[in-house]
């Protein structure tokens, strides 16, 4: 049986796409009316990579218990459980990195637009305004990409019922 609530990749590549059209039309617009550019600062790199480690804190336990479970189920013992992760947690972390992950497709998007905006058009003091507009983007796309690995770890294998009921309703 096919999980439909998995994260689609080619939607979030979309997004990410979509975001940087967006970003780089936003500086373009506010440029074009005279207004100063807004710049991302290093508060926002900071933010972003504090989610990743948030993300990680929540997602390595889930991965352990995981790896344990693929492991018992390869070879079964009687032994206690070296990792433990109750249901609504696990629940929580697969929500918690579906959300990083689209929350890293939009604001990566965005900030490398910027990025590419400031780049192609000179615009922008190379260590004030390029510099943190890189971090940003970056430290975005990151956040993305992990909660994409997260949300994998966090997938459960298909059951051998579920395979052979497949195979019925092909027939």
Do not use: N
Request: proline share 6%; charged share 15%; glycine share 12%.
């Amino acid at each position: 049986m096919k999980q439909s609530g998995a994260l689609s990749l080619p939607v979030l590549v979309l997004i990410l796409v979509v975001g940087i059209a967006f970003g780089a039309q936003m500086l373009e617009t506010i440029a074009t009316r005279g207004h100063s550019l807004p710049i991302s600062g290093w508060l926002t790199t900071v933010v972003l990579l504090v989610l990743c480690g948030v993300l990680l804190y929540f997602g390595i336990p889930l991965r352990r218990y995981m790896l344990e479970s693929e492991e018992r189920e390869q070879h079964p013992t009687s032994a206690p459980r070296r990792f433990e992760i109750d249901l609504p947690t696990a629940y929580r972390t697969v929500l918690l990195a579906r959300a990083c992950a689209y929350t890293g497709a939009v604001v990566g998007g965005i900030f490398t637009g910027q990025l590419l905006y400031l780049l192609i058009t000179g615009i922008g003091d190379p260590l004030g305004a390029v510099l943190p507009t890189a971090a940003a983007a970056l430290a975005g796309i990151a956040l993305g990409v992990l909660g994409v690995i997260v949300e994998r770890w966090g997938q459960l294998p298909p059951q051998d019922g579920e395979q052979s009921t497949e195979g019925a309703e092909a027939s």
